[in-house]
């Protein structure tokens, strides 16, 4: 006897993934590791740390300069993070 209804394995992982509440954290490790990409090396470098609580990333900045030229790109980076996350994982960025 045949099966007829089969899935793939990456449609059964990503069910598991949410059944188990690991996609969330998951997801948040994503848009994290991704910053330095998105943001760039040289904001990269001026980035002390960062944090997400509530769907929204809290990055502590140790330059004026760039936290000025972060809070005018916000938008887009929390656009460009969350295609990189491959879902809405936040919504808002606060630069400290």
Do not use: C
Request: proline share 2%; aromatic share 6%.
């Amino acid at each position: 006897m045949r099966k007829t209804r089969t899935e793939g394995i990456g449609s059964l992982i990503q069910q598991y993934l949410r059944e188990t509440g690991l996609e969330t954290p998951l997801n948040e490790h994503r848009v994290i590791q991704a910053w330095s990409t998105v943001a760039g090396p040289v904001m990269a470098k001026y980035t002390l740390d960062l944090k997400i609580y509530n769907q929204v990333l809290f990055v502590q900045v140790s330059s004026a300069a760039v936290r000025n030229e972060l809070m005018m790109r916000r938008t887009e980076l929390v656009a460009r993070l969350n295609a990189q996350a491959g879902a809405q994982v936040i919504t808002q960025i606060v630069l400290r």
